[in-house]
């Protein structure tokens, strides 16, 4: 199984700040898991996008079956950077879900609050 956690600042604001993804789908064999690798695309898609895009290089983890994602603080004091930042882990989430919504017994996503803001 797949864990996605997705952490967002308060709920009354609700921007992502980070994002763990942990585990194996075992929908099939290393090398042929379908489910593994469209999240690998999706998450270490999003990850590239941010640093190419934005320039923001986020603080990561990375190692084979983990990903600890987090945005740096600094990158909220430029509004523009947090917003297209926004976006690509908006898009991502939605990317996920759908694998979820086809692939439910291999992956789940949690969301939690950061109660600090």
């Not at 290393?30 to 934005?54: H, M, Q, R, W």
């Not at 983890?61 to 690509?88: C, L, N, Y």
Request: aromatic fraction near 8%; charge should be negative; proline fraction near 5%.
């Amino acid at each position: 199984m797949i864990y996605v956690t997705i952490k967002r600042l308060v709920p009354d604001s609700p921007q992502i700040v980070s994002f763990v993804v942990e585990g194996h789908a075992e929908f099939d064999v290393p090398g042929k898991d379908l489910v593994c690798a469209a999240v690998s695309a999706v998450t270490f898609g999003t990850y590239n996008s941010i640093e190419t895009l934005t320039g923001v290089i986020p603080i990561h983890e990375m190692e084979r079956g983990f990903m600890d994602i987090t945005i740096p603080d600094s990158a909220r004091t430029v509004p523009e950077k947090w917003s297209q930042i926004q976006v690509i882990l908006e898009s991502m989430v939605v990317m996920l879900q759908t694998i979820a919504d086809n692939y439910g017994d291999y992956i789940t996503i949690k969301t939690i609050y950061n109660k600090g803001g």
